[in-house]
């Protein structure tokens, strides 16, 4: 087996009062097009998760997330066919501003029950169940 680069990425449970998740669509022309993804990105050089998850939002959604409103709940760790991917989740439930999609996304608020009637990513859907634990 080759040795596959690791990828880092950090990705966002946003919950409403409501209980509801946030998901994001990925646009046309990116990889993956068409599934529903956590809001997050890859960080940068330097960058800690959590200040990397706050860089991603504003850009992502327009919100502003303070780094003590963002709680560490799980991670994924999947091997793709040409990289690995680590992704820890962190859950929101405070923001400042309207979440709206600032890249082409369509956005859909969730309950976590639901979540799996949502096409997504291999490397997605083993933390919904950790959602379903914690919101329902």
């Known amino acids: 087996m080759a040795d596959l680069k690791l990828a880092l990425v950090v990705a966002c449970a946003l919950i409403d009062p409501d209980k509801r998740v946030l998901i994001a669509q990925r646009p046309a022309g990116k990889t993956l097009a068409g599934l529903w993804e956590f809001p997050g990105g890859k960080l940068e050089p330097g960058e800690r998760p959590e200040q990397s998850l706050i860089r991603e939002l504003h850009e992502e959604l327009g919100i502003t997330v303070a780094e003590p409103c963002l ?3 799980t991670f994924a760790s ?3 066919e040409t990289f690995h991917l680590l992704m820890p989740l962190y859950i929101c439930r405070r923001w ?3 979440v709206t999609p600032r890249e082409g996304q369509t956005l859909a608020w969730v309950r976590a029950n639901k979540l799996r009637d949502y096409p997504m990513p291999p490397a997605d ?3 919904i169940p950790h959602l379903i634990d914690l919101l329902m």
Do not use: D, S, T, V
Request: cysteine-free.
């Open 125 to 127: 859907i083993p933390l």
């Open 71 to 73: 709680a560490p709940l």
């Open 78 to 80: 999947y091997g793709y």
């Open 96 to 98: 400042e501003g309207q």
